[in-house]
């Protein structure tokens, strides 16, 4: 028979050993807190989506993937905008798919926003269905040189002037703001809708992120302060903003104040010599902590501005 003053000792052993396995269950959990019920039970996304703006009668948002366009359909025809097609070969068939299936009318004009081809690759099948393409001059002089089979060169320009289409009733206005995002990007207005379709430079409710590799910081500031002076309400991006909500003239008014404390802070931070790693490391921006992608963008936005402030460029 074994003793129970035997047995206490094997059986704290036993205890505390059971209490330690479990510890990690209940010690980790507030690290990885579950998603709640709601959100589990939603279906997975469908990567291709066509919607019609609310309010205007012939304004449509295609997404594929994280990139989204604008398309305006109109009694003589459809004007589409950039084929967002990148890394997708039949991205641009499928996008002129789905345009088919809200008209049949004839796909009139395609236009490319800006240079970059994870907007603008996929043309083709808006050139094989009969389109003109347009785009600023500095993109066509970039796509030339760089002679990218999936993304046909424009066939029309646009000088820093801009231009206006007209078609069947419809008038989009395509206006040059000067440099920001890129050296050749397109501000698209709808002015009877007051809608404005604008690519990469102004991300709604979120902090930019890899595409301030070539982002023109002062220039740039300017070109907002050109875009809040237009007469316009809702603004379409580039990239889906939370909750696929258009943006507002107060979210532009937004990214200008992240983008003005953010080069005023770096300024701070190359003065005393900290760019690149430790102000990549060091800086934050504490009132914009809750935005979309804070964590993972913050530091594409301070190298650029440690390019600025640090570097001189």
Known sequence: ?????????????????????????????????????????????????????????????????????????????VIA????????????????????????????????????????????????????????????????????????LPDETVDDKGRTLKLGGTTLELRYVGLNHSDSTLVMRLPKEKLIFVVDLLPVGQVPGRGMIDFHPLEAEQSIKRILSMDWERMIPGHPGPGDRLGTKK????????????????????????????????VQLPKYKDWPNYANNLPFVIRRYCGLWGRGT
């Open 1 to 77: 028979m074994i003793r129970s003053s035997a047995l206490a000792p094997r059986m704290r052993a036993i205890s505390m050993a059971a209490l330690f396995a479990a510890l990690p269950a209940w010690s980790q959990a507030p690290q990885t807190p579950q998603p709640p019920q709601a959100a589990q039970s939603q279906p997975p996304r469908a990567p291709i989506e066509t919607r019609k703006v609310e309010g205007a009668d012939n304004v449509y948002i295609f997404r594929n993937g994280n990139h989204q366009a604008m398309f305006v359909v109109t009694k003589e025809g």
């Open 251 to 282: 979210d532009v008014e937004d990214q200008l104040a992240f983008l003005r404390e953010a080069s005023d802070t770096v300024k701070a931070a190359a003065r005393e010599g900290k760019c690149w790693e430790p102000a990549e490391k060091e």
């Open 81 to 152: 905008t950039d084929p967002v097609a990148y890394g997708k070969p039949q991205g641009g068939e499928q996008y002129v798919a789905e345009i088919k299936k809200v008209t049949q009318q004839p796909i009139r004009y395609l236009i490319y926003s800006h240079h970059h081809y994870d907007h603008i690759a996929g043309g083709k099948a808006f050139k094989d269905a009969g389109a003109t393409i347009i785009a600023h001059r500095r993109a066509k002089q970039r796509l030339e040189k760089l002679a990218d089979p999936a993304t046909p």
